[in-house]
């Protein structure tokens, strides 16, 4: 069964920064889009961001664009979230999940993705970030 551990949360102050490490135990890593989810208490879940299987491309949520990165290493089979400049709003847990990928999809396509299209959801990792 698929595995995914994610790490990196904790508690930070208001513009500071946090590393989000997505590591699946997944056949074929680099076959799959990898994204990252969050949910805050009484909210639903919602889309980050993701990294498609290959070439660098890559969808934000207009709220995080400019604020946060996302990288993988297929060779460790992790995904990376770099978090900068955070805010109170971006307190929630944190999850990762994958979608398998015929061919990498653009960036446009990326963007279109339903949350129900991805799989094998972690645990979730928790950012906090106090004012």
Do not use: H
Not at 68 to 88: C, E, G, H
Request: net charge neutral.
């Amino acid at each position: 069964q698929v595995q995914f551990v994610e790490s990196g949360g904790g508690l930070v102050q208001s513009g500071g920064s946090l590393r989000l490490s997505c590591a699946a135990s997944l056949e074929a890593f680099d076959y799959y889009a990898i994204g990252w989810f969050r949910q805050a208490p009484g909210k639903e879940r919602e889309a980050v961001s993701y990294i498609s299987s290959a070439y660098g491309r890559t969808y934000y949520a207009d709220s995080v664009k400019g604020r946060f990165t996302i990288s993988r290493d297929d060779a460790k089979n992790t995904v990376y979230l770099q978090m900068n400049n955070l805010k109170p709003e971006d307190t929630a847990v944190y999850y990762c999940a994958a979608k398998w990928e015929v061919v990498p999809l653009t960036a446009q396509a990326l963007g279109l993705l339903p949350l129900s299209d991805f799989a094998s959801w972690g645990q979730g990792t928790q950012v906090t970030v106090s004012s």
